[in-house]
Each structure stands twice: as C-alpha cells, then as structure tokens.
C-alpha cells in the first residue's frame, strides 16, 4: 500500500477524545521500548513521524497517526516501564485496556515482543487482555536484526509457545533491516479489506 501523506492527528488519554470517524484503526501494543514507534516509521520510510527514543516511556498518550484518511496506525503507550511511578502505570494500563475495549474501529490489533527475550508476564496478561476482547491480532516480534538469521525461527516458535499463539499469526520484523515488511502489508492490509 502506498501512503503518500501519512500524518500524526492527535494524542488522547480519555475516550470522549478519540477519533468520531468510523476509519479502521491497526494498533500497536507492546512493552515500553520494544519498537512499536519505531515499527510504525520504518513501515512508512520515515524516520520520525511517530516519536521515538532510546529512554524507554516516550509514547505516554495513545497517539492517532492518519493513513490518507483509509486508516489510522494507533500507537499505545508501552507498558511495565519500571521508571514510572505505579500510579502512572496504573493510568496507562486503565487508558490501553479503556481504548480496547471501547474503540469501535480496530481491525487489528498487533502486539510485539523482542525476539530476543522470552515473554515478560506483562505481555503474557497483554495477549489474553487482546484474546479477550475478541478482535484479531497478530504477533509481531521485534528486533530481529539483534539475532543471527539461522536463529530466527526457533525464537519465533518459542514465543509463540509461550504466548499461545497460531504460527500463522506470528511474524518476525526488524525496523533496521525491514525484514519482513512486505510480508507485514500484506497481513495488513488483509485485515483492511475484512469487514465484520
Ligand atoms: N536494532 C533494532 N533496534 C530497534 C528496532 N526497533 C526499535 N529499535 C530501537 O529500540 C528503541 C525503542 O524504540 P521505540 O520505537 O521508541 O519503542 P516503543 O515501543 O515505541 O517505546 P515506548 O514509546 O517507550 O513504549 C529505539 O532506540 C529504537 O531505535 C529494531 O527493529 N532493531
Ligand atoms: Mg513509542
């Protein structure tokens, strides 16, 4: 899909704020610092749009970012950022689970793991939190560039053990390398043309 000018619209925190149109919306989930920023820029070839940083906890907001007005990439605050205080991670977890739950346009949601690492028990509540709700959703994990190509797939398989997900739902990618961005629009836009 060609985006010709993809662009940030808005951040909210409560759901009188979000978005009143009825655009499908792709969102991103995933611990503070595991590249969901990062994700969205290189899916893009931009380098900025969605703000990122090596400080993990820089998206605290659930940012809009408008696709040519076909859809929004949804980019959620990361979560179990231990530098926050807890009632700041309780405040973030409240507005991610408030926004999957009462966002009626999500086509997809996609949670990323590093690849490098076995699931945190976080992202373990996050996946049967995303189950729960009923919409579709994909794994993406992250940083593959990190680890030798041969290696790969076994920590794909891993993490899908892990997370208990289908291993057709579960894709690796790297925002250094592009790995896997082709295969990623087309998982995409597939969950575009899907209306239930
Ligand atoms: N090597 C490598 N580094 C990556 C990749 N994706 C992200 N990073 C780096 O990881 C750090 C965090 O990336 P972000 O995209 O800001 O992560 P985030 O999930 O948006 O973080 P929060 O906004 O804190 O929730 C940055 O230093 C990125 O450059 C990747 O695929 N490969
Ligand atoms: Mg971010």
Not at 126 to 146: E, L, P, Q
Not at 180 to 187: P, Q, S
Request: proline fraction near 3%; charged fraction near 30%; hydrophobic fraction near 35%.
């Amino acid at each position: 899909m060609l985006i010709k000018e993809p662009k940030f619209e808005i951040s909210v925190m409560n759901k009188s704020q979000y978005p009143k149109n009825k655009l499908p919306q792709i969102v991103l989930a995933g611990k503070s610092n595991v590249g969901k920023s990062s994700f969205v820029n290189s899916l893009l070839n931009r380098k900025s749009l969605a703000r990122t940083s090596s400080a993990p906890g820089k998206t605290r907001q659930i940012n809009f970012y408008n696709m040519d007005e076909k859809f929004y990439f949804v980019d959620l605050p990361g979560y179990g950022y231990s530098e926050m205080s807890k009632a700041e991670q309780k405040r973030v977890g409240d507005s991610i689970e408030t926004y999957l739950r009462n966002s009626k346009n999500i086509n997809l949601v996609i949670l990323l793991v590093d690849i490098r690492h076995n699931p945190t028990e976080n992202d373990r509540m996050m996946m049967d939190y995303i189950k729960s709700t009923g919409h579709r959703y994909i794994v993406v994990t992250s940083k593959a560039d990190k680890i030798a190509k041969t290696k790969v797939q076994s920590y794909v398989d891993k993490i899908a053990e892990i997370l208990e997900v289908d291993n057709d739902l579960i894709f690796a990618y790297s925002s250094e390398t592009k790995f896997n961005r082709d295969l990623i629009w087309e998982v995409l836009e597939e969950s575009l043309s899907i209306r239930d």
